[in-house]
Structure formats: structure tokens, C-alpha cells
């Protein structure tokens, strides 16, 4: 990321602190369909983010467009948002969508269901990679993204929390070109770095008791001097021990990767 972008979405964020008090998650959505709309048109993308530009045709593009269509506060955001200078126009696409999962943070966050959301998050896209046929269904190019759309709504409605909703529905709009569990994990790092915490995902051969959740929690917070939170998946293929990824790092206590490290002493 270009350090122009680093400080545009700095002060984005700043700016959008103050919102956080009183935003709905209808002004969340309302901040991803700027972004998917922005997306999706190169000339509205060069305007709004052309560094030579005036901030004020910057304003009556996004009035023009969607002055109709969404409140008074996700527009001023918005324009707000494209006075900043951004290295390239995906930049500014890229910050609608990390600002849009940054608003639904603070709003989760409010309520102290931020975990419960990483949960719902994380649970979905372990289905999705467990099931070809919906990983194909979801990366096809035949299917439309309304079809796409209804299958995420099918599969999800009264199933998960309406702020998840909103993020795997989008995530899905979003997934055009890149494949919708790299969405996703870009989702729950953003959710739970608003909570100052990393993410470790974790896989064991069985299910861990209380107690050693806690402890491995416990190790963790300290080793990396972060609050932890702990995704885990049951592998039986690993045959025992934990595998740990977290911070870009991966340790793998399995019983797999010892006799694997084991056969390579030998040979």
C-alpha cells in the first residue's frame, strides 16, 4: 500500500469515528454500495480519485449519482472520502469496502458482540471450504451476481446476526475476481484488528477442552502481547497435536509435520 493511501485511510477513518456514536448498520451498507458503484465505473473511479481534481466536481459527481439513493451522512462521508489523495482509483474502491467492514466493527462493537461476529464469519467460510459444489457455485462465471446473491440470503437468513449478513453479502459482491474465503479472511482480520486483537486459526486433531483453550490463549496473548482470539477447526488428518497461524506466522505442532520432519532426518 503506497504511503499516500496509508494516510488517506488514516484520516478516513478518523474523520468516520465521530459517525460511529450514532451509525446504523443501514449507513454501513450504504458505504459499500458507494464502493461497489465506484467499482464498477471507471469514469466515476478517475474522478473521485484524480489528485488534481476539485473537491467540489468531486462532490457533484456523487451528488449526480447518488444524491437520491443513500442519506445526507454516507454522502458527505463519501465526498469527504474522495478529497483525500489516493495512489490509484482501486485504492479508493479498496477503502470504501475496509471503511464499510470498519463501520459495522465499531457498530458490533458497541453492543460487545464483536467476537460473536468473527464466529459467524469464521463458521461460514469454514462451510465454504469444507463443500466444492458452493465454492463452484459461488466462483462461477456463468451465475449472475443476483443469483449469487440469493443463494448467500437462502443460505444465511435467521442463520446469522444481521451485521454478518450485510458483510457476507458483500464480501460476495466483492468476490468478482478474487475468491470469496480470501474475502472473507480480509473480513474477520478487519474485525478483529478493530478490536485490537489478532486472529489465529487453529487446527487439532479432536475438540480441545475449556481448559486448554485458555491456556493456549493465555500463551498466546503473551507470546505475540495481544489479546487472542481463537478460531478452531477440527482436522482428524493431522492425527494429533496443534497447528497454530498467526501474524503470518505458523506453527505446526502437529503430529503429521513430526513424522514428516522426522522422515526428512532419516533420508
Known sequence: MASSTRQALAAAKDALAPSLAKADLKFAEEIF??????????????????????????????????GKAVSKEALEFATT??????????????????????????IVAKSKKLQELEGELFAF???LA????????????????EAKLELINALTKKKVSDAAAILLRNAVIISKNV????????????????????????????ELSKSQLERLQASLTKTYGQDINLNVAIDPSILGGV???????????SV??????????LA
Not at 478529497?83 to 490509484?88: A, H, I, L, M, V
Not at 469444507?130 to 451476481?145: C, G, I, P, V, W
Open 33 to 66: 454500495a458507494i464502493g461497489a458503484a465506484v467499482g464498477s465505473s471507471v469514469q466515476l473511479r478517475n474522478i473521485l480519485s484524480d489528485p488534481s481534481g476539485e473537491n467540489k466536481a468531486k462532490a457533484g459527481a456523487l451528488q449526480a449519482v447518488f
Open 81 to 106: 472520502l474522495s478529497g483525500y489523495r489516493w495512489s490509484k482509483g482501486g485504492d479508493l474502491v479498496a477503502a470504501f469496502t475496509q471503511l464499510g467492514v470498519f463501520t459495522i466493527a465499531g
Open 125 to 127: 467460510n469454514q462451510a
Open 130 to 145: 469444507s463443500d466444492r459444489e458452493l465454492q463452484s457455485a459461488f466462483s462461477s462465471r456463468q451465475a449472475t451476481l
Open 179 to 206: 475468491r470469496l474465503a480470501v474475502v472473507l479472511e480480509g473480513f474477520i482480520k478487519q474485525v478483529s484488528a478493530y478490536a485490537e486483537r489478532l486472529v489465529a486459526n487453529v487446527t487439532v486433531a479432536s
Open 243 to 253: 497447528k497454530v497461524q498467526v501474524a503470518g506466522e505458523i506453527i505446526d505442532g
Open 256 to 265: 503429521v509435520a513430526r513424522l514428516n520432519q522426522a522422515k526428512m532426518q
